[in-house]
């Protein structure tokens, strides 16, 4: 039987109950942003993640992610026990906290990163 991940929920996001229309993710060097965007009652919106001293991330698209809790469906959560995390080198020349986080946005897929911290920014 395979292990239940467990979750810490950091922030819910602002999304509607129908999803997002569309997600983006680029690089800045150490740090990544992610752009989402999604419609609601008074019309289109967006809003940015930035994450800091980001070492690796993931995609996965939402048709193909599985063994997601839908509590945490458009959500930040930190990966708690992370595998991954725990595989990945420790850092030596570059010493900070880590953590596993996630977000899964509803219609576009699964974020994951290491990265020491997020903050969300509203572009609207």
Not at 3 to 12: E, G, M, S, V, W
Not at 77 to 105: A, Q
Request: a negative charge; one cysteine or more; aromatic letters at 12%.
């Amino acid at each position: 039987m395979k292990p239940t991940i467990a979750f810490r929920q950091l922030k819910q996001l602002h999304t509607p109950g129908h999803g997002c229309d569309h997600g983006s993710f680029c690089t800045t060097g150490v740090d990544a942003i992610l752009k989402y965007s999604y419609s609601d009652e008074e019309g289109s919106r967006e809003n940015l993640i930035r994450f800091t001293r980001v070492v690796a991330y993931r995609f996965t698209n939402e048709a193909h992610t599985k063994d997601f809790p839908s509590d945490a469906y458009d959500c930040i959560v930190e990966v708690v026990g992370s595998d991954w995390l725990k595989n990945l080198k420790e850092p030596t020349l570059w010493p900070f906290v880590r953590r596993h986080i996630v977000i899964y946005l509803s219609n576009v897929g699964c974020f994951e990163l290491i990265a020491e911290d997020f903050e969300e920014c509203s572009d609207n």
